[in-house]
């Protein structure tokens, strides 16, 4: 359960930085603990590449959308699908066990049908 918390943390990194810019090492600090962050440096790593790579990623995410751009989704669902396009990148955890993950979170947090987008989006990359 530990890791699935630390990728709700490391979704709402991604949502900060997309929202407001900070220093992405601030808003680690913000929302990791220290224990955290060297217990689990996994997570950091995914969200220092989710943050260098979101063009990268924007790009993949507009092939896949059927109708729809990257530009016109919400900022949550951005940040859920930059995490999994990371993950996917660490090539450390299956792709399976990543889109369930962040489907999860989407129910978590997207409007009631978001999770359908995250989970096509995720599936197709």
């Known amino acids: 359960m530990k890791r699935h918390e630390n990728r709700e ?13 900070r220093d992405i090492d601030e808003l680690i600090a913000d929302n990791f603990t220290e224990e955290e962050q060297t217990d689990d440096p996994y997570m950091i790593q995914v ?11 924007a790009g993949y995410i507009d092939q896949v959308l059927d109708g729809w751009t990257y530009e016109r989704l919400g900022y949550i669902e951005k940040a859920i699908i930059l995490c999994g396009c990371s993950e996917f990148d660490q090539k450390q955890i299956e792709a399976a066990v990543i889109i ?3 489907v999860r979170l989407a129910k978590k947090f997207c409007d ?12 197709r990359i």
């Open 112 to 123: 009631s049908d978001s999770y359908k987008l995250i989970n096509g989006v995720l599936d």
């Open 47 to 57: 969200v220092h590449t989710a943050k260098d790579n979101i063009e990268r990623y």
């Open 100 to 102: 369930d993950e962040y």
């Open 9 to 21: 943390k490391a979704v709402i990194c991604i949502y900060q930085y997309l929202m407001m810019e």
